[in-house]
């Protein structure tokens, strides 16, 4: 089984700076995408950034620019750094997988519980 454990939230004051943590354990083969999701209350979920592997990254338009995504393969752990966080970013952050558990497995999907990150104005 894989497990994708999340940290690094919390509260911040508007302009702030918060860097998430998300670290893919267990049986892995390969990682083909990592990346991180929001949902914010009464909102559907939605992509903040993916990165995937040999592959050009791609951000929401409302976090590009304040916003950066990298990843430690050797770790499986991708990281989400956010500078002049707004109040509108604040949400619950899910970090995201698609990876083959062993060669023969198909691809699938695998979500960490989520982080709070809350930005006050």
């Known amino acids: 089984q894989v497990q994708l454990v999340e940290s690094g939230g919390g509260l911040v004051q508007a302009g702030g700076s918060l860097r998430l943590s998300c670290a893919a354990s267990?049986?892995?083969?390969?990682?083909?995408?990592m990346g991180w999701y929001r949902q914010a209350p009464g909102k559907q979920r939605e992509l903040v950034a993916v990165?995937?592997?040999?592959?050009?990254?791609n951000y929401a338009d409302s976090v590009k620019g304040r916003f950066t995504i990298s990843r430690d393969n050797a770790k499986n752990t991708v990281y989400l750094q956010m500078n002049s966080l707004k109040p509108e970013d604040t949400a619950v952050y899910y970090c995201n997988a698609v990876l083959k558990g062993r060669i023969w497995s198909p691809l699938t999907v695998y979500w960490g519980q989520g982080t709070q990150v809350t930005v006050s104005s």
């Open positions: 267990g049986t892995i083969f390969s990682i083909n995408v």
């Open positions: 990165m995937p592997s040999g592959g050009s990254t």
